[in-house]
């Protein structure tokens, strides 16, 4: 069946490291997405891509980056820099970035 | 820029009930709309879309929408719900040009009640 996968659903770090949130889509999408949603705050982007080896800031980019390294691939990595980096995060992908988007399941991230 | 706004943070409607959802966008030309639902703890999924043609759009789960050019507005129904639509619902904009990414609005809540 064809998607898009996020991995891990739940992850914990502790304060101050690095981590890294995985998706991977078999759709042969071009555009690829990144988004941050808080309780009662609704979807806030955070990095997207047209395309392989290109990708651009969203509204909320600080303290975090990407990689497009592959069609199918788009990982995220939130870095020490994130303030506050506790949330649940939404990968997505579609055909062209007007049309609709698919997406992941999320990744819950717990930093302690 | 295109925008979107969906009034309602939170929408409380008995089970059987009918249910329209607000949605309105703001762009020059026609628009490219979507709704989307979200399940506790789960990511969005495609209700329905509207790109040309029928302005009245049959979705998934027994949604509905109303595309009205006049009042800019992209509305979602469905004639009786049922507890299992619980959830939170996006109303999303897309414009022409393929270097415009989706707009999201910031979502409605929707809660049912026995």
């Known amino acids: 069946d064809g998607g898009i996968t996020q991995s891990p659903k739940y992850l914990f770090r502790k304060e101050g490291q690095n981590v890294t949130l995985s998706c991977e889509q078999n759709l042969n999408h071009d555009a690829m997405y990144w988004y941050r949603q808080d309780p009662g705050q609704g979807l806030r982007l955070i990095y997207y891509?047209?395309?392989?080896?290109?990708?651009q800031k969203g509204d909320i980019a600080e303290g975090y980056s990407v990689s497009r390294e592959k069609k199918e691939s788009f990982p995220l990595t939130v870095t020490s820099a994130q303030k506050n980096p506790t949330a649940f995060y939404l990968c997505a992908s579609s055909a062209q970035t007007n049309t609709e988007a698919f997406f992941g399941q999320g990744t819950r991230l717990t930093v302690v | 820029a295109q925008s979107v706004t969906q009034p309602d943070i939170h929408i409380t409607v008995s089970e059987g009930a009918s249910l329209e959802l607000r949605c309105n966008y703001s762009y020059g030309a026609t628009p490219y709309l979507f709704w989307y639902v979200q399940s506790p703890g789960q990511g969005l999924q495609l209700l329905l879309k509207y790109f040309s043609g029928d302005t009245l759009v049959q979705g998934i789960k027994g949604f509905e929408a109303e595309f009205k050019r006049s009042q800019s507005s992209f509305n979602l129904r469905k004639p009786s719900v049922h507890w299992s639509d619980a959830a939170e619902y996006f109303c999303a904009v897309g414009v022409y040009s393929t270097n415009e990414k989706l707009t999201f609005g910031t979502g409605t809540r929707l809660t049912i009640i026995p």
């Open positions: 891509s047209q395309i392989v080896n290109d990708f």
